[in-house]
């Protein structure tokens, strides 16, 4: 409800908000600070500073009352009003900074202690501010704060100054929560070019409180068309901001989240800039490699490639914009031993510049081990004088050696992919199945003396060694048998090498 009268020749009007009414045409009252919520952070907009020292009063007067830490950095000025307000309100001012409940500091002081070349130190502000956030609100639930350290620096012409500092705020505010509130005079904001910057400054805040002074308005439809306005204004910026705080966190979430992946990936990640230096890189890297980060990151990458001609072709060909697929490489662990790597990696270019590679780095050491076991063994059998041939659990012969081919006279393609029944006598057909069966079972067969057939007809008497052939997780796969040739069975203990059969 509006209401206008007549006090001699003034006429006012008053605007109830919620809880709060302002009377229009005299001035505003103190601001209901017991309906911010609790870590919020807003911007009192002012003409006098009388009226700042008043609306102060309510915030750090509210606080005290209930029992928060209240730090005030501002003008001298500024706290002796504030000061006195208090006192009218009864508060023993001096038991709350003998407590160390309420803590005033020197806002110009202050600031020349984290602000280096004209911009605010963000390690020496959260040292700054926010050890005097924790020391106060040691035995404290709730920490007020008034700060006009953005005043002063907005006023000396430094907004992009007080713009960061407005941020670093934020920042801290992620481990200290507090109240925050800040107050700039509307005195700063004249013209049409400092719409922009009044919009930045309030966009670095949850809630925004205008000025107190309507004076430019003559008549009372006048002022109220202004103030429709103002309010139609004020809740198209309230919506731009809750859009971008709302847009703000989502990126922030979104961010966390992206280094979350790259962190915790379970490959190795890293990057790389044009001049060799690690850049960044992931756990799964510095695990893989057992470095700690400083071990690491800031060293050039070639110092720990094994080979150098693999990384000097590793950088030229990213340098050339080529992309590197599953390009291997060795690495050098702390603990001396060779990582063998697949890496997949290109370059983020901005504007033409080299800026970093984006690289992946697969672990493929034990692969590679195996890859040279089997390949040793491989050779082992390939060479051996004895006949070594594996087959499915299903009589399929899957591999073939020189010795095989020797002994039944078979080549390996001839055999490969056929079943094991061509080297079995027709009377002998029914040991293969009960064979296999006890196979699946897991049971091993030894010294099984039989008779195989080669190539040609003939009837060769053998002594069997039959054995499961399981894969990694311990499923049974196939079968391996060792034959040996009974005529030379004697000559084997014997030390000789002569024919000898695994099937």
């Not at 809880?19 to 309906?35: L, N, R």
């Not at 002063?152 to 481990?175: F, T, V």
Request: glycine share 6%; aromatic share 6%; net charge negative.
């Amino acid at each position: 409800m509006i209401k206008a009268g007549n006090n001699g020749n003034s006429s006012s009007e008053i605007i109830p908000t919620g809880d709060v009414e302002i009377t229009v045409g005299e001035s505003s009252p103190e601001p209901s600070w017991s309906e911010m919520s609790e870590a919020e952070h807003f911007v009192q907009f002012y003409e006098s500073d009388l009226f700042l020292s008043n609306s102060l009063g309510g915030f750090i007067g509210e606080g005290l009352t209930r029992g928060d830490a209240c730090i005030v950095a501002a003008r001298k000025e500024i706290v002796d009003r504030l000061e006195e307000h208090l006192r009218e309100r009864g508060l023993d001012v001096a038991t709350a900074r003998a407590s160390g409940q309420y803590i005033t500091l020197d806002a110009a002081e202050t600031l020349s202690k984290f602000v280096f070349d004209g911009s605010p130190d963000p390690a020496r502000f959260a040292e700054v501010v926010g050890g005097a956030i924790t020391e106060a609100g040691k035995n404290r639930s709730r920490v007020r704060i008034f700060g006009e350290m953005v005043a002063l620096l907005w006023s000396e012409g430094k907004q992009d100054a007080a713009i960061h500092l407005e941020e670093l705020w934020n920042g801290l505010r992620e481990n200290h929560p507090f109240s925050l509130f800040c107050a700039y005079p509307m005195r700063d904001f004249n013209g049409a070019s400092h719409t922009e910057p009044f919009n930045h400054v309030c966009a670095k805040h949850s809630r925004v409180i205008p000025a107190e002074s309507y004076s430019a308005l003559k008549e009372p439809n006048e002022r109220l068309r202004e103030i429709a306005l103002l309010q139609q204004k004020a809740n198209m910026l309230e919506a731009e901001i809750a859009e971008r705080k709302r847009v703000q966190e989502t990126l922030l979430r979104r961010e966390r989240e992206l280094e979350d992946f790259m962190e915790n990936a379970t490959v190795g990640l890293h990057r790389v800039g044009a001049d060799g230096t690690i850049l960044w890189a992931n756990r799964a890297e510095m695990n893989l490699l057992g470095y700690a980060r400083e071990e690491y990151i800031g060293h050039n990458i070639t110092e720990f490639h094994a080979d150098q001609e693999i990384i000097d072709d590793i950088l030229n060909r990213l340098t050339c914009h080529e992309e590197l697929h599953d390009y291997e490489a060795r690495l050098k662990a702390k603990d001396g031993s060779i990582k063998h790597v697949l890496i997949n990696s290109n370059v983020y270019w901005e504007s033409g510049e080299f800026k970093h590679t984006r690289c992946i780095t697969r672990d493929i050491t034990d692969r590679k081990r195996a890859e040279e076991i089997g390949l040793h063994l491989a050779a082992i059998v390939e060479s051996s004088d004895d006949a070594i041939i594996s087959k499915t659990l299903e009589g399929i012969i899957l591999s073939w050696n020189k010795g095989a081919e020797r002994i039944f006279g078979y080549t390996a393609d001839e055999v490969v992919g056929k079943s094991i029944l061509i080297l079995i006598p027709p009377d002998r057909r029914d040991e293969e199945p009960a064979i296999l069966e006890r196979i699946r079972k897991g049971e091993r067969i030894d010294h099984y003396e039989t008779v195989r057939m080669t190539k040609d007809g003939r009837a060769v008497d053998i002594s069997l060694t039959v054995s499961p052939v399981r894969e990694k997780s311990g499923r049974i796969i196939a079968a391996s048998k060792i034959h040996w040739v009974v005529l030379y069975a004697s000559q084997r203990h014997a030390g000789r090498s002569d024919l000898s059969t695994r099937a």
